[in-house]
């Protein structure tokens, strides 16, 4: 009966490895792969968690990215934005805590949000944006940027260069700067 039962175990447990490898691919790298920013200065430790798509020769924004409408900022999962001290951003301050990042690209300009409700997806499935504006922490509008150069993984950073903190993305031939500001003793 023993013998029975560990055959039967093991023949399941084989077509399960065989289902997972060639059905679900579940060994095969992830399209856009996950990936996170993270900077530290002092005690400020700030990290984005987020997933990177490709160009793949596609037209990326005004296409793949539709202008005008709220984008999940990278793929897959939503975009998550943590900090452990209070920032200033846009001369809004954002409690520290844990945020997932919506934009909305447009054609000169891309709308920032910082959201508090933390989601388990970034899309529904019919691949809305499943942001919900009441949870907006902080909305900005920045500037775009045109580069020369092509970025084929979408890519967020944090940019400290000059002593002035900034939240960058960057895809196909786009860039934009999302400025943070530390609460220092003078500006609090």
Not at 32 to 42: T, V
Not at 124 to 143: C, S, T
Not at 145 to 162: G, R, S
């Amino acid at each position: 009966m023993l013998k029975r039962l560990l055959i039967i175990l093991t023949i399941l447990a084989l077509g399960l490895l065989l289902y997972s490898v060639f059905v679900e691919n579940i060994f095969s790298p992830r399209l856009s792969p996950k990936d996170s920013a993270e900077i530290a200065l002092n005690d400020l430790k700030i990290k984005v968690e987020y997933n990177r798509p490709s160009k793949r020769d596609r037209d990326v924004f005004g296409a793949l990215v539709p202008f005008d409408k709220v984008w999940r900022t990278g793929a897959n999962e939503a975009t998550t934005f943590e900090t452990n001290q209070t920032l200033i951003i846009d001369g809004l301050e954002l409690p520290k805590g844990k945020y997932t990042i919506w934009t909305v690209p447009m054609k000169d300009s891309w709308k920032v949000m910082f959201n508090s409700k933390q989601y388990d997806w970034g899309v529904n499935e019919k691949m809305e944006a499943m942001w919900d504006p009441n949870y907006d922490a902080i909305e900005l509008k920045v500037p775009a940027q045109k580069l020369d150069e092509t970025v084929e993984k979408f890519t967020i950073a944090f940019d400290n260069k000059t002593g002035n903190l900034k939240l960058t993305m960057a895809w196909d031939n786009i860039f934009i700067e999302v400025p943070i500001e530390i609460i220092t003793p003078a500006n609090s």
